[in-house]
């Protein structure tokens, strides 16, 4: 099945009834109560960075019998139909002495009743000072911090961005990298009762010649990546990630967490373009981040959801969704084993392979001078 874009998601004719004009992310989960939840991050009223209404975390409802079709929003977390930010902080102020400029959702997850909403406190792109956990008990209506967090520099950086699923065993299982596109993937699970025990984590660690749970996370997949996202789909256990390194969304098709990533079947999804060389019913976007499974997808028909920021003219600054077959699955376009590397590390690896492509790099370093620019008050 040939990739091919469904529609955009956010934007003008899109989003505006919700106070929505720019926005990126949209991580997705099903509410208890059965009703889509996406999670976007940076928000703002006009289309574009910068201007009045600037939020972080925002949360939009869809309609799971629209997912396949084309994402329909039937609502928005706060009073009435504007978006609001749900947590509760101020845009570049001071919080438990450091300075915050915003604070970026990376997953969301449901267990029984309850939701989990994992964030990055950041000062400007890329800076991460902690991570933290908030849970809601109303369908992603409002959520309250569960007091959990940890410091920026935990796992070495590494557990910054995270991605994590719940299994048929009892435990939640976690990818995560840095906020810098530069660094490799871990895995760490926690049994889902004691989700925001950060005692109860324990790392997926090569130690002695093998793998096993309990010992410290080591690098299982190096590379520069950026955004992730962990679901289990028809019997399998899909990672969908932005390959920062290699500009494109990849995809790769698991039966178990644990697997060998450098061996299991890996296929792209969505690739990185020039803006003159955008091509989004071929599945070639410009500036491309992001990458998050639609609920409902399946292995012939996955849905993801695609950001995309022209760090130059501001815009577009907007979520899209894709559609294509999973790697390993008979409509998938192309897959391969994984094309960086052919043997799983036979020793602990210290960190990922760091340093990007200069297309990636160029991105990251215009999307920082432009949240510079823009997502600071006009008189600071």
């Not at 300075?99 to 792109?125: F, K, N, R, W």
């Not at 373009?273 to 998050?292: F, I, M, T």
Request: hydrophobic content about 35%; proline content about 6%; aromatic content about 10%.
């Amino acid at each position: 099945m040939a990739v091919r874009k469904v529609k955009d998601l956010t934007g003008p004719g899109h989003t505006d009834r919700f106070g929505v004009g720019g926005t990126d992310l949209g991580v997705m989960t099903t509410a208890p109560d059965g009703r889509l939840v996406a999670v976007f991050g940076d928000t703002f009223e006009r289309a574009g960075i910068g201007g009045p209404g600037w939020r972080s975390p925002v949360v939009l409802f869809g309609d799971p019998a629209s997912a396949r079709t084309g994402l329909e929003w039937t609502g928005a977390a706060g009073d009435g139909t504007y978006a609001e930010q749900v947590l509760p902080y101020h845009h570049d102020s001071v919080i438990h002495g450091r300075q915050v400029s915003t604070v970026i959702p990376t997953d969301v997850l449901t267990i029984g009743a309850e939701m989990y909403l994992h964030v990055m406190v950041c000062a400007g792109i890329g800076n991460v000072h902690w991570t933290e956990v908030h849970r809601s008990t109303d369908n992603g209506e409002t959520w309250s911090h569960t007091g959990t967090t940890w410091p920026g520099d935990h796992h070495g950086g590494l557990f910054q961005m995270l991605t994590w699923a719940q299994g048929g065993d009892g435990y939640v299982y976690a990818f995560s990298t840095g906020f810098q596109r530069d660094k490799g993937l871990i895995l760490q699970r926690v049994p889902a009762d004691r989700l925001t025990d950060p005692d109860a984590w324990e790392g997926w660690g090569f130690r002695d010649g093998a793998w096993a749970w309990g010992n410290p996370p080591t690098v299982a997949l190096t590379g520069a990546y950026g955004e992730l996202c962990l679901r289990p789909v028809d019997g399998r256990w899909l990672l969908a990630f932005f390959d920062a390194g290699n500009y494109r969304i990849d995809v790769l098709n698991l039966q178990a967490p644990t697997d060998n990533l450098y061996e299991a079947t890996r296929g792209t999804v969505v690739y990185g373009a020039s803006w003159r060389g955008e091509d989004h019913a071929g599945g070639h976007v410009a500036q491309l981040y992001g990458g998050y499974i639609v609920p409902g997808s399946t292995l012939e028909e996955l849905h993801l959801v695609v950001s995309q920021w022209n760090t130059e003219t501001n815009w577009p600054y907007r979520s899209m969704q894709f559609t294509g077959g999973a790697p390993g699955s008979g409509r998938a376009a192309s897959s391969s084993r994984s094309s960086t590397a052919t043997e799983r590390p036979s020793q602990p690896t210290s960190r990922a392979v760091e340093g990007e492509s200069s297309g990636s790099t160029s991105i990251l370093g215009k999307a920082r001078e432009l949240a510079q620019r823009y997502l600071r008050p006009p008189n600071r």
